[in-house]
């Protein structure tokens, strides 16, 4: 259950990984069909890069608002009042990854928690199950900070999703160094 959950856990961030280079604003993404729709902003070098498919650092909401500050202002509201942040790769399949790899994680905890206690070793000093119960806060605060952080990229976008990798990623590193002490 162990290799399970780390396998799981490696697909989620390599997932999570291609969603994140992903991700794109609807405000921009609307913003975007505004400036087409409007080709007297052509004459500009700039139009063309924020017409481009928006992506994590797309600025074409703010292009948009640049261009005619008075008239478009508005506008620029009510984009960013209503702006969410979504990915075109991998988005769902890092969620569905998620949701098995916190499963398996349960489960393994589970198993954990309820096996019966080792035999005793009558050898002194520090052994691998040391190492590998030292390892649990760090990986379990991880799981439990991801769902929340999760929640969070919809509104605060790369911000959130950069912190959900720092996270994921040093949760993984935690659950494998208790994987191979255990192991090894």
Do not use: C
């Amino acid at each position: 259950m162990g290799m399970t959950t780390l396998g799981l856990w490696l697909a989620t961030n390599l997932a999570g990984e291609e969603a994140n280079e992903s991700l794109y604003s609807s405000a921009d993404e609307n913003a975007r069909m505004l400036l087409l729709a409007n080709p007297q902003y052509a004459n500009d070098p700039v139009y063309f890069l924020a017409i481009q498919e928006p992506g994590p650092r797309s600025f074409a909401a703010e292009y948009f608002l640049s261009r005619d500050p008075a008239n478009n202002l508005g506008l620029y509201l009510a984009l960013k009042s209503q702006e969410e942040w979504r990915s075109r790769k991998s988005g769902n399949l890092h969620r569905s990854l998620a949701y098995a790899t916190f499963a398996s994680y349960a489960i393994t905890a589970g198993l954990a928690y309820f096996a019966p206690e080792r035999i005793q070793s009558t050898e002194p000093g520090i052994d691998s199950i040391f190492f590998h119960k030292a390892m649990i806060p760090f990986h379990l605060a991880a799981m439990l900070m991801l769902p929340r952080l999760g929640e969070q990229i919809e509104h605060r976008g790369p911000a959130a999703a950069e912190e959900m990798e720092h996270v994921g990623w040093a949760g993984f590193g935690a659950l494998s160094i208790a994987f191979f002490t255990i192991t090894f």
